[in-house]
């Protein structure tokens, strides 16, 4: 079955580091450009972080830019997203996602996870 | 970097069409051909609709159909279908090589 699955999510709280995995199954891993997209609880979609397929290429929003690092092991079909110094506004389900390239431009978003819910708070 | 910009809602009657608008900038819109839509309905992961403008993945109904021009972009929902009802966000990449999402539109099927 072709799925990303989340892991890693709970809760934190406020200044602690936080490590998200995704495992990629049913599709060549390594063919994708792959992002962390998240959501807060009630509000719209927010792309995080994105990289190319062979990790060429980093790319984070202005609001996590600094503390978050986005990684990938394609003999492990994985993808990796470490976020420290949490604060509350981090709080949201964070999606792992497949792009339809092997670039990390966001072309198109082709392939979600169910999510991981990260709740911080003091 | 703020949103692109979405109404916050569309309605329409089933079998009317309803468009969506995303407003963007020449740093992100209207500088690429990079904007793709996604569908999400309640507690579900986002689907993608479109991407690369106007290209509609395998499985997505021919009903859904997208455009742009200059910064703004439009999908368009012909024969309104019930099982339509949901939230829609646009996306693009942008010229300091990161994406952005429209603030959402909700579809409502009266």
């Known amino acids: 079955e072709v799925q990303l699955v989340e892991s890693g999510g709970g809760l934190v709280q406020t200044g602690r580091s936080l490590s998200l995995s995704c495992a990629a199954s049913?599709?060549?891993?390594?063919?994708?450009?792959m992002h962390w997209v998240r959501q807060a609880p009630g509000l719209g979609l927010e792309w995080v972080s994105g990289?190319?397929?062979?990790?060429?290429?980093?790319a984070y929003a202005d609001s996590v830019r600094g503390r978050a690092t986005i990684s990938r092991d394609n003999a492990k079909n994985s993808l990796y997203l470490q976020l420290n110094s949490l604060r509350p506004e981090d709080t949201a389900v964070y999606y792992c996602?497949?792009?339809?390239?092997?670039?990390?431009?966001?072309?198109?978003?082709?392939?979600w996870g169910q999510g991981t819910l990260v709740t911080v708070s003091s | 970097q703020s949103a692109l910009t979405q109404p916050r809602s569309v309605s329409g009657s089933p079998g009317q069409s309803v468009t969506i608008s995303c407003t963007g900038t020449?740093?992100?819109?209207?500088?690429?051909?990079?904007v793709s839509w996604y569908q999400q309905q309640p507690a579900k992961a986002p689907k993608l609709m479109i991407y690369?403008?106007?290209e509609r993945p395998s499985g997505v109904p021919d009903r859904f159909s997208a455009s742009k021009s200059g910064n703004t972009a439009s999908l368009t929902i012909s024969g309104l279908q019930a099982e339509d009802e949901g939230d829609y966000y646009c996306?693009?990449?942008?010229?300091?090589?990161?994406?952005?999402f429209g603030g959402g539109t909700t579809v409502t099927v009266l």
């Open positions: 996306c693009s990449y942008t010229a300091s090589k990161t994406c952005i």
């Open positions: 996602v497949r792009d339809v390239e092997a670039a990390n431009r966001g072309l198109g978003f082709d392939l």
């Open positions: 690369d403008v106007t």
């Open positions: 020449d740093s992100d819109i209207g500088a690429y051909n990079y």
């Open positions: 049913g599709f060549t891993f390594k063919d994708h450009g």
């Open positions: 990289i190319t397929w062979n990790s060429g290429s980093k």
